[in-house]
């Protein structure tokens, strides 16, 4: 079982594959954690309520800076509900940063969209082969840029979340979702 996050491909037949066609960006991050029942976007519950600070004060800089240029305030990935279950999120409700676009067992996407770029990340839960009390998370953001403010936006985005995305899933080797 891999401790730390390894970069990967998105799964084959998920959901996100979908949106994969034309994307500016795109990366994907496999972990295998412990079987607890729980529906795919518990596993990202779970993580983004340990969301490590550092990410934190990143999005806090990035709402700030983003004001000045027309961005809008996402918030911070932690602001969530701890005590409501991942199964009563309902597409169009927010989740942390993100909108609910889908809500299923297996995958859940959700995302931002705006005048400058769309954002889809897939939170994907499969069974690890030959071990019954593992499962591998997923996570794979997808986005597509619409104009040159999203391109610039990018630039210093798409390194950072390669650093950002790894470290909230690797919180899931440090604490488990509640089962379904």
């Given at each position: 079982m891999p401790s730390q996050p390894q970069e990967t491909r998105p799964p084959a037949g998920s959901?996100?594959?979908q949106r994969l066609a034309g994307a500016h960006f795109q990366d994907a991050w496999c972990i295998h954690t412990a079987q607890t029942g729980a529906p795919a976007l518990a596993y990202f519950l779970a993580a983004v309520a340990r969301t490590p600070?550092?990410?934190?004060?990143?999005?806090?800089?990035?709402?700030?800076?983003?004001?000045?240029?027309?961005l809008k305030d996402l918030g911070t990935l932690s602001q969530i509900d701890p005590q409501r279950p991942a199964s009563a999120y309902q597409p169009g409700e927010r989740v942390g940063v993100f909108t609910v676009l889908e809500n299923r067992a297996d995958e859940a996407l959700i995302g931002d969209s705006d005048k400058h770029l769309?954002?889809?990340?897939?939170?994907?839960?499969?069974?690890?082969?030959?071990?019954?009390?593992?499962?591998?998370?997923?996570?794979?953001?997808?986005?597509?840029?619409h104009n040159l403010l999203g391109h610039l936006y990018m630039l210093p985005v798409a390194p950072m979340h390669r650093r950002i995305a790894p470290a909230v899933l690797a919180a899931l080797g440090r604490v488990q979702p509640a089962a379904a």
């Open positions: 959901r996100i594959a600070r550092w990410i934190e004060w990143c999005m806090q800089a990035r709402n700030r800076v983003g004001h000045i240029v027309g769309n954002v889809v990340l897939s939170v994907h839960r499969a069974p690890v082969a030959g071990r019954e009390d593992q499962v591998a998370i997923t996570i794979t953001t997808v986005v597509h840029v």
